[in-house]
């Protein structure tokens, strides 16, 4: 597999995030501030104190790259019409008997509601299935997080239940929604359903 893909479907595109990306992806990040923040995964106070403090922008992508050579994750851009809207990411790949990924995302407020990050989470299903053979995919939403939700319900991805202070995010251990898809259990793709389910 290439972690430089790029797919596309209609105007929505997943690319490779690079450092060049670094002034559109700084001002989009700007501009949703108060909106991704009360989702933004943080450093709890241990780590903290380990020297594990949040990267600048081009160690973040040196770190991805990194990651992505050695088959850890796929990291993304999400574009529509050709400008950046956010930022897609397969992480935690396994292969072996494991053969599993999660999948985050986020996406700038004045673009959501489209059906863009949708689209762009049933490519990158499609994608772990497909080109990655892989056997399960989850995705990790805290419960208060409604739009990010509707994301995975509109894709009718199964819930799998609570997982109890799970991940750091803003300030505090928080609980998060288990969503999860096996392989074989949308045989059409995730594309071609989520097409069909706009038609309906």
């Not at 202070?165 to 359903?193: K, M, T």
Request: aromatic share 8%; hydrophobic share 40%.
């Amino acid at each position: 597999m290439s972690w430089q893909a790029t797919l596309t479907e209609g105007e929505i595109g997943l690319r490779p995030i690079r450092l060049r990306d670094a002034r559109a992806w700084r001002e989009v990040r700007r501009r949703n501030l108060h909106w991704l923040e009360q989702w933004e995964a943080t450093v709890p106070e241990e780590g903290q104190m380990a020297g594990e403090i949040p990267a600048s922008f081009s160690v973040m992508v040196r770190t991805l790259h990194r990651q992505a050579r050695i088959r850890r994750v796929v990291p993304w851009v999400v574009t529509y019409q050709g400008e950046l809207v956010g930022q897609l990411t397969i992480g935690g790949i396994a292969f072996g008997s494991l053969r599993s990924a999660y999948i985050g995302y986020w996406i700038d407020e004045k673009v959501a509601g489209r059906g863009i990050m949708p689209t762009a989470v049933a490519m990158a299903l499609d994608f772990c299935f497909e080109e990655l053979e892989l056997h399960r995919v989850e995705i990790q939403i805290r419960p208060e997080n409604a739009a990010s939700r509707r994301v995975v319900e509109k894709l009718e991805i199964p819930e799998e239940g609570l997982r109890r202070s799970f991940l750091h995010i803003n300030g505090d251990w928080r609980d998060h929604i288990c969503y999860a898809v096996i392989a074989g259990e949308r045989p059409q793709g995730f594309v071609n359903h989520w097409r069909a389910s706009q038609s309906r």
